[in-house]
């Protein structure tokens, strides 16, 4: 009995922090506003919004701005051209994803970066993973930066086979 006693000592407080620790991890809200493929605004009530940025992957630029200057540096394309594929990368997320939209947003070790924005593998009310869904039909290309890395299998998979089969912005039709 003595050692039942300890067990459960041991184990609800484990318990209580699996849970807090799970909760602390996820959690839902709801799509105010589609800035590009990558990157969302989400509002959990209350007006209180937060500017979410897709973990693991990088899409084109939709606008003329610093990065897409340093893109095209760093590529040799066209700013006019990276901004054509970033249209077409928001236009494929805005045709998955609405405003208004519930989503579940899961944090990885690094919850926001140097910007402020929350950092976040965003899930579908299908179930589906947006990130890992934008890389596997050729939207996006796998930027993994550590220690967030918990899905690079996964986005380095669906970059390849997206590439492989030539779909979204590596369609050469």
């Given at each position: 009995m003595l050692l039942i006693k300890k067990l459960l000592l041991l184990a609800i407080p484990l318990f209580i922090f699996s849970c807090y620790s799970h909760s602390e991890q996820t959690n839902t809200c709801t799509v105010s506003k589609l800035v590009d493929a990558d990157t969302l605004y989400c509002s959990k009530g209350y007006g209180k919004e937060q500017k979410v940025r897709l973990i693991g992957i990088d899409a084109p630029e939709s606008n003329k701005n610093s990065k897409t200057y340093r893109d095209a540096e760093r590529t040799g394309d066209s700013v006019e051209s990276i901004i054509e594929l970033g249209k077409k990368s928001t236009t494929f997320v805005k045709s998955r994803l609405s405003v208004g939209?519930?989503?579940?947003?899961?944090?990885?070790?690094?919850t926001k970066d140097k910007y402020g924005r929350t950092l976040a593998y965003v899930y579908l009310p299908?179930?589906?993973?947006?990130?890992?869904?934008?890389?596997?039909?050729?939207?996006?290309?796998?930027?993994?930066?550590?220690p967030n890395i918990k899905y690079q299998e996964?986005?380095?998979?669906?970059?390849?086979?997206?590439?492989?089969?030539?779909?979204?912005?590596?369609?050469?039709?």
């Open positions: 939209t519930e989503v579940r947003l899961e944090l990885d070790v690094q299908d179930g589906s993973m947006l990130n890992e869904l934008i890389a596997r039909e050729g939207y996006a290309q796998v930027m993994t930066i550590p996964l986005f380095i998979e669906a970059e390849r086979g997206a590439r492989e089969n030539q779909r979204g912005l590596w369609d050469n039709s």
